[in-house]
């Protein structure tokens, strides 16, 4: 049982234009939601996160939304820039707790 | 400041042995926690400890364990390995438990299992 969803496994931007990469999560109970970026051979680095009694959180050119009732997140990057080709996840716990449960990753490509 | 270190980076065991992989936290941080990374799974929590006492598991079986010291170093000891069971372990520190934004994950110990 999949809890947290990331339907699109790769993704291709140009240099410059938005980055949107969505997730979806079926447990009720999440109530806060990170993303991290991870290159090859190397472990996620934290990105970005989001409380439930937030819909937006913003950090330089990473923002990222959430909509409670349609259990649906989303990381906007703008403007994306080619190291920022990485994989990204969309991770969910409860109260905070270091127990996250991932979705399966988005590989993100950025083109010159 | 030193990153999170996990040793060794790469193995190869045969099915039925046991293994015992190591983390480092980085310095003053007393939580690790443990996940299994594959490609038709993802990533999964196995298990977190703070001060020595195991604070969270995921579903995992019992052949699954692990442990931490005094100076916060952990390890993690899969037994009976099954060819499954091969996978990118990453564990991951923090300062204290209960703030997963504030994990800093290692590169991983890529086990695998013939």
């Known amino acids: 049982d999949q809890q947290v969803k990331q339907n699109s496994p790769s993704l291709s931007v140009q240099e410059g234009r938005i980055s949107i990469l969505n997730c979806d999560y079926t447990?009720?109970?999440?109530?806060?939601f990170l993303w991290y970026k991870k290159y090859p051979a190397e472990g996620p680095t934290f990105l970005i996160s989001i409380s439930s009694i937030k819909d937006k959180n913003e950090d330089g050119r990473f923002t990222v939304f959430l909509n409670k009732s349609a259990k649906h997140l989303s990381l906007h990057i703008v403007p994306s820039q080619p190291g920022d080709s990485a994989v990204y996840f969309c991770a969910a716990s409860v109260g905070g707790a270091q127990k996250l449960v991932f979705g399966q990753g988005t590989r993100l490509t950025i083109n010159p | 400041k030193a990153g999170v270190t996990q040793t060794p980076r790469y193995l190869i065991k045969t099915r039925g042995q046991q293994v015992t992989l190591s983390c480092s936290p980085i310095s003053g941080h007393r939580s690790v926690s443990w996940y299994q990374q594959t490609p038709g799974q993802g990533l999964q929590f196995l298990f977190e400890y703070f001060s020595e006492t195991q604070r969270n598991k995921g579903n995992f079986p019992g052949r699954f364990s692990g442990r931490q010291f005094s100076n916060s170093r952990s390890e993690m000891n899969v037994s009976t390995l099954e060819l499954g069971d091969s996978a990118l372990y990453l564990c991951a520190s923090s300062w204290t438990s209960g703030r997963s934004d504030e994990q800093f994950f290692g590169p991983g110990t890529r086990l695998t299992v013939l």
């Open positions: 447990n009720s109970m999440f109530d806060y």
